[in-house]
Every structure is written in structure tokens, then in C-alpha cells.
């Protein structure tokens, strides 16, 4: 069994518009029939543009919203009637700043580890260790309310992991980080779930962040699903072209592979993407023909690919 199993989740909110006498009742669906999966020891995306809806579906997904229609289990737990013992075997970084003015660092990690379930003592003991592994042992002193953004980032990261969760929620990790910051918390991110065992879903709108960590993501938009996958999968081209880079500009190697059947679909100073049918070798092998008749040295081949900007907007945009 997965850690995550969603299915046709859907969530709707009734709001209220129009002038004070004469509101109206509105019906605004944030979440729409979306459905993933979790594997075992995978970085998983939520991947969408602010107000899509992924939020939602996080709280969803912690039983703190039931949902209008469909299911999930979480680490064997029913989202609907077993929220609070599947929240135990969580740790959520949420959004907002969620630190408590007045307590140091290690008073307020310690806090969150109690409110897990976790007896005093152990919980301070986990709280310095947390602490240190998130790079805020020299700062664990401080007041919480002194910190810089990027600090506070980690403090909430630091409280998410306290009580040795089996999965993380992590929503808009690096927001308000400057690029050090940020690279410093994909690589923290990327170490808790290959290093310490921990499954992770990353909801964001950075798509650089979610290509660089994540496994596998599912773009939301306007509440629904519109594209899942492998980021390898979504970043493939139909057709399967391929990208030949030469030595030198030659003519003669364009018409050579185009009267094999090929199709030049781009190029950009000497790298060609051409498409051709047939298997992965049979393109190989017609692609070196041409060189070898035209007098062209092939620098570089690869399987062509498109960027996960491109898909996104793909999927956004059609």
C-alpha cells in the first residue's frame, strides 16, 4: 500500500455575495476530482499557480476539511474518521510564519513535539537535535520572534520533523528565501526523504524548485488535475526527437538526414532537433549515416526534451 492514496477528491465552499441585503449564495469548487498517488521514499509536487487550489487539498489530505466527494488513506488512515491519528504520523510545514512570540527556539520545537504526543523530556531532547540538523543549533536561544525569514523557514521545518513524522507536508518551502537560502532548503528537503527515510509532498508554485527535488508531481489548476506524472514522463516530446549537436555548420548533414526521412523541427546554432520514425537505434543509426556521408562530425546526441516550464504551461494553457 501506498503511504498516499487519493481518489476523485473534491471540496466546494458557499459564499456569500452581493450588496448587504441582497447577497447571494455561490458555490466555489476549490478542489476538483484530483487523484495521486504517493510511493514509498518519494518526493512528490503539488505543482500550480497561486489560489489553485493546493492548499486546500493539503488540509484535505490532513482531515482538517472533509472533502464534498471522493476518499484517501494516509499512512493506512481514512482522512474523514481518523484525522487525528493520522496527524500524529504527519509533519506540516505550513505557509504562513506558525511560531509563538516569547519562546526561544528550542521552548517552542519542543511545544510542537508535546502537542504530537511526545512526553517533556523527549520532546527537548528531539527539539536540539532538530535544530542542530536544520542549521539553527547556534541560534536555538533566540527568541523565535527575532529570526529572519529564512530562519523562520527552517523553525518550521524544524517543528514539522520534532516527532519523527513518516511523512512531510511542506507548503511554499522556500517562500521569501534569496537563491543561497533557497538552494540551502531544496538540499535540506532532498536529505530528509533520501536520507532519513521520510516521505514528502512539496506544494508549490516555483516550478525550478519542484523540477530540482520532486520525483513526480501533479499540476493543479482552478482546483483541478492537469497533468501527472513522472517529471521525466512530462518532459518528454511526442515523437521522441532527438537533439544532434555538430562540430561545424553543415548543409550537407541536414539534407543528408532529411532525405532519410527526417524532420527538422528546430535549430539553434549548431544543435539540430530533428524527429524520425522508427526505434531509438534505427534513428541512431540514420542520424551517423547522414554524418558520415556528409562529412559531419556529431558532437553531441541525446534524446530531445522540453523543459517543466513548457509542460506547465502546456497543461495551464493547452
Not at 33 to 49: A, R, Y
Not at 93 to 113: K, N, R
Not at 290 to 308: I, N
Amino acid at each position: 500500500m501506498n503511504p498516499v492514496e487519493v481518489k476523485e477528491l473534491s471540496k466546494a465552499f458557499q459564499t456569500r455575495e452581493g450588496p448587504l441585503l441582497r447577497k447571494t449564495s455561490k458555490t466555489v469548487v476549490a478542489v476538483d476530482k484530483i487523484s495521486f498517488d504517493v510511493s514509498e521514499g518519494e518526493i512528490f509536487g503539488l505543482l500550480g499557480p497561486n489560489g489553485a487550489g493546493k492548499t486546500t487539498l493539503l488540509k484535505t489530505i490532513l482531515g482538517f476539511i472533509s472533502p464534498a466527494a471522493g476518499t484517501g488513506e494516509v499512512l493506512g488512515c481514512d482522512i474523514v474518521t481518523q484525522g487525528r491519528a493520522l496527524r500524529q504520523k504527519i509533519g506540516l510545514m505550513p505557509e504562513q510564519d506558525c511560531h509563538i512570540p516569547g519562546l526561544t527556539a528550542v521552548q517552542f520545537v519542543a511545544y510542537a513535539g508535546e502537542l504530537a504526543g511526545m512526553p517533556t523530556e523527549q520532546a527537548l531532547r528531539r527539539s536540539h537535535e532538530v535544530l542542530e540538523y536544520c542549521g539553527l543549533g547556534e541560534a536555538r536561544y533566540r527568541n523565535v520572534e527575532t529570526y529572519s525569514t529564512g530562519m523562520k523557514q527552517r523553525i518550521k521545518l524544524a517543528q514539522a520533523l520534532v516527532h519523527g513524522p513518516r511523512l512531510l507536508l511542506l507548503d511554499e518551502p522556500t517562500n521569501g528565501l534569496d537563491p543561497a537560502g533557497r538552494e540551502e532548503m531544496l538540499d535540506l528537503v532532498r536529505s530528509i526523504s533520501h536520507g532519513k527515510d521520510v516521505n514528502v509532498i512539496v506544494s508549490s508554485h516555483l516550478l525550478p524548485d519542484v523540477e530540482r527535488i520532486c520525483d513526480k508531481v501533479v499540476v493543479v489548476v482552478a482546483g483541478k488535475p492537469a497533468a501527472e506524472g513522472l517529471i521525466r514522463d512530462l518532459k518528454k516530446l511526442e515523437g521522441r526527437p532527438v537533439d544532434v549537436e555538430l562540430r561545424e555548420e553543415n548543409d550537407a548533414f541536414l539534407a543528408a538526414v532529411q532525405a532519410a526521412g527526417a524532420e527538422l523541427l528546430h535549430r539553434q546554432g549548431l544543435v539540430c532537433r530533428i524527429k524520425l520514425p522508427g526505434s531509438p537505434d534505427d534513428v541512431a543509426r540514420a542520424v551517423f549515416a547522414a554524418a558520415e556521408q556528409a562529412g559531419a562530425q556529431v558532437r553531441g546526441y541525446a534524446q530531445a526534451e522540453r523543459s517543466l516550464e513548457e509542460a506547465f504551461l502546456e497543461a495551464v494553457h493547452g
